[in-house]
Structure formats: structure tokens, C-alpha cells
């Protein structure tokens, strides 16, 4: 061969052992476990292969021959058609996809969910199934194991199908069932009971992995006991017996088994020591509830007495003497089977007996002792395992129960019966008696004796030695048995009790004695006295008895205890069976009178009259009786006399001994009957013949059936019988329906012992009958059995007619004709009975009608199937009416009906046509009527069923439609009357009839209709059901969808009458469910199979009702397919069920929607209300979960598709159609339908969208001609996209981009609709936008933010659409919950503002919205108002709540409310009084109460960079707006947990596109600084409060800078103010702040470039500006916090040393040389001089300040104030300045005035000294850091906050406000402090303290620049901290990378006083350096163009108005007034905010 070619390859399936990654051209790429289909080969074994992947189908190529295990498979097919079809068993291939699919679900909801309690069943359960897939390809299992096994499988498959959420496979035995291949009625079937079997596998499986030993009802079980070891001390050999006793009948119940053991306690077979195991066998679940135990009962095997001294040889005849018992409880064995399967290995405590006496009955008393302490075991025997003493007196046994018969047991455990396992059987028949078993036994019990004591004074030591004697005297050997272990003995001899004359043995031995030596045998019972003396003999003969086991008719001795006489005979050799066989042997016998006759004086043997002995029998045998009776009967003929007398008899014996002689008993009663009449007691014979047959109907002997077919085919022989058993069946019913009375043979009682019960009761299709219904039945109760017995008796008589036809000379045409006649006259009485309406015979009419099904096969021998189709329907027909009989007669009438349909007669064509007709009438007449609907259905079921397997092989159309005729119309009422809960709970119609509706079920369902009332009415309300809307489930009563009847309208004006389909529901407590009623689906899946049964013949028909108008007919139907499509009729998982279902649906809509268009499209036939029940149903065909391929895998997606296709898509183009159709009458479903056909067009498939959605362009251009436009079309559209997307989760971006492409090409086509039709079809597609994005965020506190984004955008959609009031108030409510969740009090309050805007003081009653009840308007607006001051209070922005309680207030005055008017009154003052002092707090310990001033909010800009971003915040920058709180690192974390996936940048440079474009998220965040709008009220007024004028410096702002600082040229080490220029961002944002969100997009920037004299320019003013602030500040407050901020400012700016100060500005900005070199800088030069003057001047005016504190309070800071003067006295000499340039008047205070301040603030000296709190300046609260509120270093007014993502060093948190650490000025500036002072120590410069505390540095304090992440530096750019020399010291170095200020959590208050001292002298430090010069930043190299020191670059965004992420702004509805400045009677109004 060629292996160099490609060739056709030999082997075309395998599956791939290793992955494969090929990279050769065209290869194929395989994963493990993946099947290939192969096409070709090349090469040899190392070759490769040519073929695709039968998993993915990804295309042909190559792939190793190596990597493929090739398997079997079926070739079909050749080349490229080629196909393969796997040979493995198809339950591997499903176990094989299926564990890989669970594994991808299961991994799946791993990564979701984590790891919980179902992945890990589910995992265990995936390992076992992989073993068990093992086993199952090993192929060595036997085909019952194999079966077992693949159910196994299945359960397992089914239960981890249902706890992954897949589907359910339906499967029948064992294999996949096809859909294409069975009924839908057996598809539900089969998906019902594999939920059952399923939920009962798991159940059992649960409680015991493999068996069960419950005592379930009807099992077997067998207990096996294996011996472990003996740890008694005996002494000597003994025996050990084991058996099994009821301590319910107090006695034993099974035989024993026998254990030898030597005195070492050792077996004495050593061979067998170790498989000493017994099987206690055919114990039943009644045995079990009889409180079993196991018996141990231990003989001692020696001499008499154990310690006997005289006794030096052993015995030569051992005795056997009582030692020990224990019991072990079977219950307790239970309860451990159910823990473990394994053996319940337990050590048995024996207890020894010490009393001979009381032995046989010591095992009583320790079960008694068990029953009283029920929480121990067998005498406490779950104790003794772990009790050392107990366990050296115990047995150790291993026990366990099996489940099943002998049989079973040895299939299941083989290895048992292999190692020689003793069978212990019971001692009585089992249960279930076999034909063939054989038994001839006869258990004798040993009881008791008493015996004289021969005139001796000690008792006896009695031994009784027993043997088995034939009845010519012969010894019978090997027929004796103890205990099951050893052979069978010739003598059996008695335990040994010491010295009882009474004794007590209860031994119990089998005999078993050969079947021909069984008759006239005889047991000898010899006994002796055993010595205990050595010189005497060890035995003497006392004496004997006898009892001889049968009579001389061979009947056995009854059962019982019998009372023998003893003779006395002292020599064993003189007893002779010759001469005391005729002897009496009953004590009974010798008091007889008439036996004294036959007793001689002469006897052989004298008697012993004072001794007895007492021994029981038992017989168990299967050949021999004990009854004569029996023998009368089959001996009739020779005592004929007797025959009435053995009759009754006959009929009295138990069951059993009728069963062993039912042959030779049947042959003797049908001998009588064909003697006919002349016969004695012709019809007792008949009703004995029947009480036997009834026999067989017993539980107990239902195997003998078999015996009596196989009688029936070989015995039988009467060929006339059959003449007598139908006369007297016929003749018998007839005497009984005429009333006549006639001998009942069979008694009640006797029946209860036959059937082993004590009460009759017997059952009848699962009702009960019970003796007391017999009774109330004279007549009756031989029809009853007559009936029960039909079946059989009609066996006899057909083959009796067989054997007359047979024997030529009986056949005859007269025997034919009289057979024919008596056949008739037979059914003709079965009529008669069935027809009768005496309650006497229910029972007997319920007996035939169970009964008379069972003899169809049998009667189809002697006639045709059509002939008894005709005796079936004529005995039907005979039934009175419904309401004439009762419900139990009329319901084994339906379920005649049903055994009917499933017998052979329904198969057969001639008698299906009669059949057929009768069962649907009956059927019909029930769903009628509403009676046994689950027994109606069933039935109906079961029809369809019928008829669908009929139909694969012939043409059913005829008989379909037969079906469809009677059947379609009421299916569809009983249907759609189902889902209005119209029908009755109770199982029969009577007991459900109002006394005014008549209780007629004879009539036709018209005359009902007539005649009921109320069912009119409900017919007449469903004739009107139109404009289905159900797609309001769920929605808020305010925002219902629900129309209003009285005024809705069409776009016509025509007034709509709809009738919602909610409304129909309303009756039901839950959504549509037929469970409730127990039919399970059933009638679900019938209309479903009609429907797929029907072709177009029959749709012709049904579409052309005769008794209904097709309006109403169709009306009907289309309801009732509703449905058919609910999601709740049928578990999640029955996916194959749904999709038959859909599929027969479909079918079924398209010829009705050809019915619709046909008759109800034309003007003057068109129906509104049928148009728009099939828009509904489609709808709702369409958008059901089941259908919704999406959510299925790829594989099982492609399975629908490839079966039935997308029916979405099929019925979306059919609605296309259909409304194309409707033209002009479209207006009529505007807009009731766009709701549902949105909804359609939702649905994520392309093809459906393209499909529908141009249906809303129709509707858009019918109103637009109706109307004139289409607005009820757009605010119906827009009011469900609402609902649609963001409460039902509907829609995505494809359908956004579809949904605009379509309408807008088809409205640039209509130049009526162009421009409108644009504009709507934007805004709606803007809409979208914004409800996506909305959906997209998820809830909780992560996405909050989002939420609130998305939430805003669609308040702005929603506030130009006058129409959309209730949305707008809707989303207002969302946006006022989400800012109070988030305690955005002032954020709240705006949102809430703006539903008071639409609020006006009138009276008008607002009805209820939100959470507001129904009020008078004014009352709601006074209520929002409330809330909203609350917001504003909490928020504390006062000024915004000072108008509204202005309004508050004149609305009290006009209406007199005083109260009112003067709590707002009261409000607004303390609102006042806010502003100016701050909140008032009292101080925890201190009796005084502190005003704390607010603090500012901080602004951060935001910038998010990446496609992955949403829509609404992609590629675009943001200000956010913090509260006081709020630090840089909150909202990074925020940002993080927000967006966890996104990159947070370490600079603030300029993004490139790359990043804007790529995959990854950027987040840039820094600080910026607000620019307020200049207010002129606070120029012209300079007595304003700078409260005030602060509030407003960073509220009511919408501009915003951002600063960043670099060189330009070359830098100057020794001054870098000379080249430091500052590149400033102004971003302007769409709305003011605060608004009613927290953040609002930059909408346009304007870079400007500063020059370095304009950034000194701005860095001295901000100076100047935070210096007045700190002497204002100190002036009214001169505690500890003031002074110190203050003189820490001071020095910072004074003595600044590090940066240089005011002698650096000199240097490089006051030269010569640099005004010739820039001399466009001359004007701000002089500007600059100005402005250190003017800060000169401020400086002079804070010392004399700090001076005059020093006065007053004694701050000991004279030196450093000192100090402080002489450096600033240089200054002003450098500056040209004089020392009294300052004047006292403006900033010097006098000592009164300071003590003025003090008095007024509360704080004077001792204030100094008190706790700071956090939020203050100067505190150490971590609310302080990195703010931008009132402090010169807060975050507004520094330059950029450093971003560092690291943890912070908790060592080094810095315990104040963040301020560099920076050295102190040196030389004669320099402070060093005085002791002894009181502050001299506070103020001190400490070296070491100054550098230890904190670990970040900031770079200046200015707003000119605004670089917030310094840390980072852009590309290879210098670390410009490095060069500033301004920053250095000799003692400090600037880090490389400096850190974020970090700080300390606010200590406690036992700590506060020690870090008080810290904080100030750190603080004193900071500051003297932070406020002396301008920041420093990293420079960046500029690429703007300078010119004039100032450059300007302006940023417009794209569509700063139209965006969709920030529409315009909201205009204000009402004006509301706000106050800029308070004053105290006007207002001033606030400005506008953006309409806001």
C-alpha cells in the first residue's frame, strides 16, 4: 500500500486521548475527550488524519493519527455525504456530553456563586458517574445488572440536570425517548413519572445508598448473622442457638441455628470456624412490626454438675444444661442498615441463668428489661461496646439485612452462598406461597411436664428422649432436627433441668418425615431420670409417651397443644410399638365416656395418672390436611347426603389448604355442575366454585394463578360446563335485580380468615370496600364475587366451548345457536345489572364494571372483535344518567371506558368504529359536566395516545376526525374553564350545583347553557374578551398599564371596550395552574397532540362551527392557546415537552390566522377584539422563556433550530404579515398594542427585530393620518422601553442601533414624517441610550454613583415631555432614595425641590405618588418642603433653606396657622445663626456649649479613559463634589470598588489618544479649586460677614482650575521663582454646584500658561488672603486653636528660611535685568510690589496682634514675637517700607477689646486649653486632611494632593493637618524657647520632634497650580524636588518620591491633652514655611506659546447641550427663591441653575 497518498481512510470514528494544538497549514486543532469524524488517512500509523470535529463542526483538516482512539460506528453514506453513526451504548455517549457539559455549567456557577453545599453533591456525583461509566463499558455485568445500572446512571443524570438548572431528559426504558416517536400525551407521561421515580430514587437513595431496609409494604427480608467469636467462660463444650422471636405473639418464629463450641470457646469444626454464617430467611414487613429480636440461647455440654467432685471420668452421655441467653433488638439493626450499608458489627451481652427453672422463659424477661429503657439496645448493648466489663461476657456477632427473596439475595450477594451459609427458614409458610414449593414438616414443641417423685425425696433430673416410628413400628432415621447447622438426627434429647419435677423446656424440633412413610407414623417420647451419684447408672427409664401424627383417614393432628398421657416403663427393651400402638395417647381420651368402652384393664402398659407432659404441633406441609372436609368434597359421589353440610364447610377453610388440593377441588365442583339441575345443591355448587376462584384474587395466592391457566390447558375436561356456569351466572343476576332472596354461600367471616384479615376488604380500582358496604347487601354479595371473579369464570366457560367444538360429538348447529343465545342472554344480564338504580347493588354493578375488561382477550376466541365491540356498547348504553347513579358506579365507568380504549378492541379498525364513538360521548359527557377530570383526562390522554401510534402506520384521518367533531369544542371549553378556576374542587358535580342550577348531565351542552344562569353569564363575559394587555405584571399601582374602560380610545376616537386578560386571572389565587386540580398537565398535553394530529381537512372543518358564530369559536380557541404557553403549567426543565407543544401550536395559529384574514378583515366584518386576541397570543408565542434560544447552550440551541427551527422568527414574519393585511384598521390598535409589540421586538434575534420593528414606522404613519401626528405612539413607546428594559431586564445596544436604522430609512422616505419621524425616532433612540446604561449599573453601594449618573440622565429625558409627568416624579424618587442612601443630604434636597416645583398651594386633592397619600396639594407641598428643609439643614447649606421658610412662613400668615408660622419662624433664625457660628455642639464633660464652624467641600476632577467604560462616562472629565469628609483616597477607593478592573494614573499629564481608544480602563483624579463668580453685594458691602462670603466662595460655582507648575528655560538652583511659570486648566461645568447630583461633566476647558511673575502674583495674594482670614478669624475667637494657627502663619511666612520668602521675590522679579529682558512684565512687577507691601502690612498687623494676646493671656511668645519683628523690620527696610507704615487703628487691639472678643466667644485663657474636634483648623480629626475648607493648606487651596496607591505607614501617620516639615530659619530668627514658660515649650523649635512626626511633604500652598498626583513623573522628565533649593535645609532632604500626607485617627480623649503639646509645636514649624512662598510642582516641559507672560487655550466639548450622558439642563418649573447674602426681610433670588 501506498502510504504516501491520501486514501479513503478504514476507520471514520474516534475520540481524541490528548489535546492537539497543530500549527501546520490546514491542521485541526482537538481537545480531550472531542470525536472526530474521518475522512481520509495518510501514511502509517504515525500518519494523519484528514476529517472535522463532530462537536464544534469548525471545518475539515489534518490531525496525528496518534492522538485518535478509533471506535466502532455505522457508515452511512460516501465522500463528502458520508456520515457516521456510533456504535457505543447510547448511555455512555450521554453520560460522555453530558459530564462535559456539567462541567462548564458547573464551573460556570463556581465562578459566580463560590463554592457551597449543591456544587460539591454535584461534584461527588460527576466522580460517580465516571466510575459507573467505567462499569458499564467493561461489558461483564449480567443483563440484569446491567439494567440496574443504566437506571442508576439515569437518576443520577436527572438529579444533577435538575440542580445545575438543565433540562430533563425524558426516557423510557432506559433510552432516550424521541419526540418525533411518541404522542405528546406519553411525552408528559413519561417527563411526570421520571420526576416521581426520580424524587422516590433519591429518597431511598438518601436514606441507604443501595437496599433499603424499611419495612416498605409487600418486600422480603432476610437476616444474616455471621459469628464473630464467643468471649463467655463455660468451662466446657457447649452449644450455641440462634433464632428469631416476636415479643408481639410471644414466640419463635424461625428455626434455630446450631453452633458447636469446645470449653475454649472455639468452634469445634475448625474447618468452618470462619464461615459461621446464617441467613434468617422470608421475614415479611408485618414480622418486622412485630418487635423482632435475635434469641442467643447457650447450653453448657457436659456432665450434670459442673464442679461435681465425685465424678472423676468423663461421661459417657453428655448432658445438655441450661447456661445463658441474649437478645439483640432487629429494630436496632434497622436503624443502623439505615446509617451505613455495611455489616453492624455489635458484641451481644449474654446474661447467665442461674435458675434451671426459669430458663426457657429468661429471654422474656430481658426483652422486657429492653422495652423499659428504651434508650439503650438489647440490655444495654450500644453501652457494652465500649463497657469493658460487658465485653468479656458477650458473643460477637456481624448482622446486617437484605432486601428480597432467596433468590434475589443470591444474585446480589454471591459470595455468601459460597462459603456454606445455613438457610434458616421460618417456622410457617411465607407470605407469597409458590406452586412449587414442596414442604412436609411438622414442628413439635417439647412445652412442659410434670412428673411424681416416686416416693424420693430430691426431684428429678428428667430427660426426654424423642424418635420417629412408621406405621408398621419401623424407626425412621434422619428425620429429627434441632437446630440448623448439623445433619439430621435419629434422636433428639432434651436439656437437663437439675432437680425439677416440673420442668420447663420449650424446645422446639422439626420433623421431617418422607411423604410414603408420613401416613400412620408416630412420635416416641422416652423419659429418663439422670443421676448425679457416680455409683449409680448416669440414666434411668421412668417411662414414655406416644403421639401418632395422623388418623386412618391420613388427617394430621390439628395444631395445638396436646396433653400426653405417660405409661410407665422402667427397661427401654419392653416398650414395643406392636403393643402401644392402640393405646390412647390424649389425656382427653381416657375421660371420654365413649372411649372407656375401647380402653382395657388389660392394657400393656399401666399409666402414670399423675404425670403428664405437654407437647405442641405445627404443621407446614403441602401435601397433607388436616381438615376432613376437604375429603367430602372430593370423595362427593360416596356421601352425597353430607354434600350441602361439606359445601359450607368447603367454604370456611382456609385459603392454604384449599391451594394444595385446588385441582382435584375444581375437578369434583365441575363434576357436580355438569350433572345440571339433578344435581343436590346445583347453585351452592356454583358459589363455591366462585369463593374458590375468589381465593385467587388474595395477595397471598396470586402465584397460583399460573396453576390454574395450566389447569385450565391440560386438566381440565368438562365441555357442557360452560351451558350451566352462564345459566346460573345470568339466571343469578336476573333473581337478583328482581329483589328475589336466595342462599348466600360464602360468609364474611369465612372470607376474612381466607384472606388472612380480620375485616373483608377488598378493593375495586383502588376503592375500598369494607364489610359493613358487604352487609348492607344481601343480594349483592354473590354478585360482588360473581364479578370479581368474571375473568376466570369466562376462561372456564370459552374453554369448555372449546372442547365442545373439539369433541365432534357434542358439535352441533343447535350448540352453536345456543352458545350465541346464552352469550347474549349473558351480556343481556350484565345490562340488566348495570341498568338497575338500587344502591343495593353498587357494589356488585362497581364488581362487573372492574372486572368485565379483563375477560376481552378471552371472549375474542369464541367471537369476533366487532361482534363484542357491540355486546361492550350495548351493556354501556344500559348506564342510567349521571345524576340517577352514583358517583362510584359512574366512575368505574370512566374507567371501564379507559380499560376499553387500551385493550385490543381499540386497535382493531371494525371494532374501533364502535368504540370509538362510545368512549368519546362518555369522555365528553364528563368534561361536560366537570366530574373526574383526572380520570377523564387520563382517558382522553390515553385516546390520543391511541391514535397516534395508529396513525405511523395507517391513515387515521377519518377516525381523527371523528375525534375533532366530538372533541375539539369541549376540549377547548374545559380548557379555558380550567384557567378560570370555574370548576368544582369536588371529585362529582353534585355536591358543587347551586340549588338553582340544575342538576341536569343528561342534556347537551346547549340546554346547559339555557339552563344555567350563571354559566351564561360567564360564557357571555368571554364572548366580549378582547385587548389582551398582560404585561403589567408586577407594576406599582400608580404606574399600572392597566386601561381605563370608560375612556380609553382608538387614534379614531372610537371607544374601546377592553376587558384586560389579568382581569380574567383574577379568580385564581396564582398565575394559571392545572396542579391545583391534580391533572398535572394532562389536559395540556391533549390538546397539544390533537392539535399536531389535525391536518388541513380537519382545521376546514372546525372553522365551520354549526352551533357556535366563528367569532365566539375562534375567540375561545385563541384564549385557550394562551394557555398552552404558560411558563408555570410545567417544570423549568421539561424544555423537550415546551418545544412539541410550541411546535403543534404554530401549526395551529397559522391556519387560524388564515381563518382571520378570510372572514374578519373586510370594513363590515372586521372585529377588533378577535384581531387583537391573536396579536396577544402571538405576542405571547413569541416572547415565552422557552423559547428564548439564547439562554440554551450552543449544542442544544443548534438541536432546536435543526428540528423545529426559531419559531420566533416563523411567527414574527407571520404577525408582519397578518398587519400588513389589516391597512386602515391598524388605527383600531393604537396604542394598545405597541406595549406587546415592543416587547416582540426586544427580543435579542436580528431576524425577528428586522421582522417587527418596522410595524412601529405603520403605526407612526396611520395616526400621524388619523391625527395629524403620532403622539400617543411616542409616549406609549416611551413609557414601555421604560418598563421593558429596566424592570424586565429587555434589550441591548444591537437593538438600539437596529431600532434607529430602520425607522430612520423609513422615514427619510416619507416627506411627511421626515423631519418629525427623525426627531422621534433620536429621541427614543436616546431614550434607549440612557435606559441601558441605566440597566447596566448594578445595585448596591459600588455602583452607587453610577446609578445615580444613569438615574439623572433619564430625570433630563423625561423633563421636556410634558406628557411624562409620572415618569419624571418617578425617576425624581429614585434620585432622592439613592442621595439619602448615601447621606447626600444637600444633593437630596435639590432632587426633592424639584417635585415641589411642580407643586402649587391650592386645595386640589393630588392624588397619591411616591410615598405621599392622598392630600390636598398644599399639604403634600408643605410636607416636600419639610423634607427638603431637613436635607438642608443636615447638609448645612442654611442659605438655601431660608427661602422656603420665608414661602412656609407667608403661606402660615395668610391662613392664620400661628403655630406654623412660629416653628418656620424659629427655623429661619436658627438657620441665621448657623451661618454666622457654625453648628452648635455640646462637648462630651463640659458644661459649656462650642460652635464649630462648617467646613468647606472639597472638588476633585475626575477623568475615565477606555472603551470598556459605560457610555455616559467614556473618554469624558468630571468635577465631583465631596462633603467635608471626604479625602483624595476615599474617593479612589470609591472609584476602585466602582470600577475594580480600571488603572487609577499616577499623573495628571495629558492622555493620549491610545489609551482613549484601547481595552484598558484609566481613572485620573486630583484636586482642583473652584472659581467663584464675582458678587457685587459683596463688593459694595465690605461689612459682610466672610461666613458668608466663604459659603459662597466654593457654592452656586460651576468653574473650576486646575494648576500645574513647571520651568520654563533653564532653571536657577539658587531661585527658582525665576523660571517657575504655572500651566492653569479653567474646565466649566454644565451645572452649578451643589445640584441634585455630585458630579457634572466638564463641558468646556480653557488652558492659560502663567508667567513667573504672574505665578508669584497669584501665589502672594492667596498668601495675603489666608493671612487675613487667620486675623479675622483671631479677632473673634482667641482660644488656643487661633492663636496658634496664627502665630504658626506668621512665622511660616516670616521666617521662611527654606524657600527664601520675600527676598527671593526681590532677587529675581526687582532687577534691572529682568525688566530689560521681559519688559511686557512691568506692570505685573509693580503689581507684585503692591502686593508684598500689602502683605507687609498684614504681617506688621498680626504681630501687633499676637502681641496683644501675649499681653492679655500670657502666652509666653514674646521672643519668638520678638524675633518675628526684627526679621520683619529687615523686610520692610529691603522694601522701602517704614516701621509705622501701619497703622494701630486698623489692626492693633487694645487689652479691653481682646477681653471684648473673649467674653463674646466664650473663650478666654482657659479656652486655650481645650480638646480640639475634629473638622476644626488645627484639629487632628482625619475628616481634616486633604479638604479644601477654611485652613491656607487645605486641598481647594493647594496646588495637588500626591496620589499614592500603597498602604500607609501607620508609624508615621501625622497627628495634625498635612504641613511640610521644614526647617526652621536659622541664626539670630531663630527661637529657641525659654523654660519655665507657659508656652514657650509649645512654640519651641524641637529639631527632632519637627522631622519625625510626618512622612510627606506638600509643595505649596497657592491655587495656582493644581497638579494632584505629584508623585509620578512623566517620561524621562527630571524630579524637579530634587532642584528646589527653596525646599532644602541643612537638616532636611526633600524625598525622591514623596508620599500622600497620612494621618492619625483622632486619639481619645484620656490622650488628647498629651498630644496637644505635640501638635502645636509641629504645627508652629509647618507653617512658617508653607506660607511664605508659591508652590513648587514638577515641571513639565511647556509646548505652548508664551507671549506677554499669558497663553490661552479654550476646549469646547463636542456637543456640550445635546449630549446624551448630560442633557440640557432641567428648567424649573416653579420659582423658587434663593438668598446669596442673608438678610433679615428680603430675599435676594440665587441665581439660576442652569434651570435646575
Known sequence: MDHDLWRPAKDNYGVAICSCKTRVEKGLSLVVGETVHILEEYGGEQGWYYGESMNRKTGWGIFPKSFIHIKECIVEGKGQYQTVIPQEDHMVRELTFGLREWFQTWKTKYLSQGWNPMLEDVAHTMAELTVLRGRLLNATLSVEQTTSLR??????????????????????????????????????????????????????RARLPTETCRADEGNIYNLLVCYRSNQCNIGDDSIVYLSIYSAKEEKFISEQYEIKLNKNGFPVDVERSDILNSLFTDLSSEDLNKNLFLVVRIYRFGRMLHDHKEHKKPPSSPYRRPWGVGVLSVREIQEQMEVEDDLYECNLKVVSCTDDSTFSEFHDSLIKRYSVSQSGSSTQLKTSVTSPERTSLGMHLAVKILTGDLKKCQTQHPMLFTKGLAVIQKMDFSDVINPGEVRNDVYLELYDGDFDRDGKKAQKNVEVKITVWDKDGRHVPKCINYGYGEELQDVFRSSVLYHNNGPKWRETVRVSIPMEKFPGSSVLFEISHCSTKASKAEKKLCGFAFMRLTDEEDIVIKDALHNLCIYKCEDPNKIKYERYKTMPFLVEDWGVQRQSVLISKSLPYIRSPRETMQVSTKLTSTKFTQTSELLGILKWRDCISDLDKNLDKLMKLQGGEIMKFLSDILDALFEMLQGGKQTPYYTKVFHALTFILNLLLD????????????????????????????????????????????????????RSRAGG???????????????REICNETRGQLLYCEGLVLAPLVKFIVRSRELETLNPMCRNSKSDHDFSVQISQLFDSFGLLLSCKDQKLKISQMALLSNLQKSFETFVVVMSKRQLAEYVNSVISKLPPLREISEDVARNRMEFIREVVNSDLFTDDESRGIILPLCLTQVRHCLIQKTFLQLVTNTLGDILDKLFQLKQEKDMADDIEKFVKLMFSTMVDTTLNLSEKVVSQSSYITSSLTPQEPNDFDCEEEEIQKKGGKRQVDRERRRTLTGINFFNKGRPPSISLQPSTSHLK????????ILDIGDLYKKKAHAFSMEDLGLNGEMISCMAELLRLMDQRHYNFILKPVRTPLKEFLGKVLLTFQELIKEELFPSGWTVMRMVINNALFTAIEYLSSALSDHFLSKDQFDMQLWSHYFNLAVAFITQPSLQLERYSQAKRQKIVDRYQDMRILMGQQIQTLWENLGANRRYFIPSLIGPFLKVTLVPEEQLRKATIPIFFDMMESEMITCGNFQMVENEMIEKLDEFITTENLGDTDYMALFSTILLEKVEKEPELRENGRQFVLSVTNLLERLLDYRQVG??????????????????????????EEMYIRYIKKLYDLHLSAQNYVEAGLTLKLYAQLLQWREVVRKEELDYPSQPEWERKERVYLQILDCFDKGKVWEYGIPLCKELAEVYEKKFDYRKLSNALERQARFFSNILDGVKVQEEGQDRTVFYPRQEPTYFRVAYYGQLFPPFVRNKVFIYRGNECLKLQDIINQLKQEYP?????????????EKKLGETQYIQIGSVKPRPEDKPEFVYNTSVAPEIKNFYAVNDVSTFQFDRSFHRGEKDPNNEFKSLCTERLVMHTNYSFPGILQWYEVIRTEQLTLSPVCTANEAVKFACKELQKEIDKTKKDSSIDAIKSLSMKLQGMISASVQGGIPKYQE??????????????????RELKELLNEQVKLLDAGLHLMKTMDRVHGTGLSDMLRSLSEILKDIKESLGMQSSAVHRSSSHLSVSSVREVNRRSDSGVDSMLVEQRPGTPGSSSIQSSGSNRSSGFSADAVSGELVDLSEPDQENFSPINPLPNLQPPEGKHCNTGKKKRPFSEIFSFDKKSRFTQVKSVWYGSSSISSSPLEGQRCGSEPDMTQQHSLHRSQDFTTPKHPEPILEKPEPPPKQRSKQKQDLVGIG?????????????????????????????????????????????????????SRVPIPAPRASVMRPDESNL
Open 1964 to 2016: 508652629s514649624t509647618s507653617a512658617s514655611a508653607f506660607n511664605s512662598v508659591p508652590p513648587l510642582p514638577p515641571r513639565k516641559p511647556s509646548l505652548l506659546k508664551q507671549s506677554n507672560g499669558l497663553h490661552r487655550t479654550v476646549y469646547e466639548s463636542e456637543d456640550s447641550s445635546q449630549s446624551v450622558g448630560n442633557p440640557p439642563p432641567i428648567p424649573r418649573r416653579t420659582s423658587v
Open 1050 to 1057: 382608538t387614534v379614531d376616537n372610537t371607544p374601546v371596550k
Open 1339 to 1364: 445595585g448596591g453601594e459600588d455602583h452607587r454613583s453610577s446609578h445615580m449618573k444613569c438615574t439623572f440622565n433619564i430625570l433630563n429625558f423625561y423633563k421636556d415631555n410634558t406628557n411624562k
Open 757 to 771: 384479615t380480620g375485616e373483608l376488604s377488598l378493593s375495586i380500582r383502588g376503592y375500598s370496600v369494607r364489610k
Open 151 to 204: 437506571e442508576e446512571i439515569a437518576t443520577l443524570v436527572d438529579w444533577g440536570n435538575g440542580q445545575l438548572g438543565m433540562d430533563f431528559i425524558p426516557r423510557k426504558n432506559g433510552k432516550e425517548l424521541n419526540p418525533d416517536e411518541c404522542s405528546v400525551v406519553e411525552l408528559h407521561r413519561v417527563h411526570s413519572q421520571g420526576i416521581d421515580k426520580l424524587r422516590t430514587k433519591l429518597t431511598r
Open 699 to 750: 395477595s397471598r395466592f396470586e402465584n397460583f394463578v399460573p396453576v390454574l391457566d395450566s389447569y385450565l390447558k391440560e386438566s381440565f375436561t368438562s365441555p357442557l360446563v360452560h351451558i350451566h356456569l352462564m345459566f346460573l351466572f345470568s339466571s343469578g343476576i336476573e333473581r337478583a335485580v328482581k329483589g328475589e332472596s336466595f342462599p348466600v354461600a360464602m360468609s364474611l367471616k369465612s
Open 1708 to 1725: 529675581a522679579f526687582f532687577s534691572l535685568e529682568y525688566e530689560r529682558m521681559h519688559p511686557e512684565e512691568r506692570d505685573r512687577i
Open 1541 to 1553: 478592573m480600571a488603572t487609577i494614573l499616577q499623573f495628571n499629564n495629558a492622555i493620549d489618544e
